[in-house]
């Protein structure tokens, strides 16, 4: 499986990484910069860092790359007019991503 990097990627501070997998084939779907400490309820376009998905162009829906199962259906939210994606709460399992320079300082 190839990752495509995300050109809408923009950084931000005060952010971790999350791992965004498929909760029926565990297949990798996407790494997201989350800002918040809440549920993921939905993806910001310009925080998925890369995905198996390629994002030069706009899916209308993302889905597993191997099994073919929803995991989200893109929308315009109606806060801040983005194109973001809300995600199916059962359809994906999240883990936090620790970085690799943080891991090897602790030690």
Request: charged share 30%; hydrophobic share 35%.
């Amino acid at each position: 499986m190839k990752i495509h990097k995300n050109p809408h990627y923009k950084k931000l501070r005060g952010s971790h990484i999350l791992e965004i997998r498929c909760a029926f084939c565990k297949s990798f779907v996407a790494n997201y910069q989350k800002v918040t400490k809440g549920n993921l309820v939905k993806m910001h376009i310009d925080r998925i860092i890369e995905s198996s998905l390629n994002f030069s162009q706009l899916h209308g829906a993302l889905f597993c790359p191997v099994c073919g199962e929803r995991i989200a259906t893109r929308y315009t939210a109606k806060i801040d007019k983005k194109e973001v994606y809300r995600l199916v709460p059962s359809a994906f399992n999240k883990k936090r991503v620790v970085n690799e320079r943080l891991k090897e300082d602790a030690e």
